[in-house]
């Protein structure tokens, strides 16, 4: 059975990608990608429902990334999403 927590990194898919590389705040601030971030809060989000696990966390992040490439694929410029 799996760890619940959130201090542990999760590997997830490659993140290396030139497409997506910056985030843009709610308080505008522009700061590296990190999807990490986007395991852990998902995480929390299941712990505090108790409705899922750290492999769902990641299967979660891993498919909002693929997403984000998505879009960043179809954008003109460089592209940055808000959070």
Known sequence: ???QGTSQQL????TTSEL???VKKRNSD??????????????KALITT????NKQAKDVANA?????LREAVKS??????EV
């Open 1 to 3: 059975m799996e760890k």
């Open 20 to 22: 997506l590389r910056k």
């Open 50 to 53: 108790k409705e899922g696990n």
């Open 11 to 14: 590997p997830v898919v490659d």
């Open 30 to 43: 522009t700061v590296d990608f990190d999807i990490n971030k986007i395991v852990n809060a998902v995480l």
């Open 76 to 81: 003109d410029s460089e592209y940055i999403p």
């Open 64 to 68: 909002v990334y693929v997403d984000l």
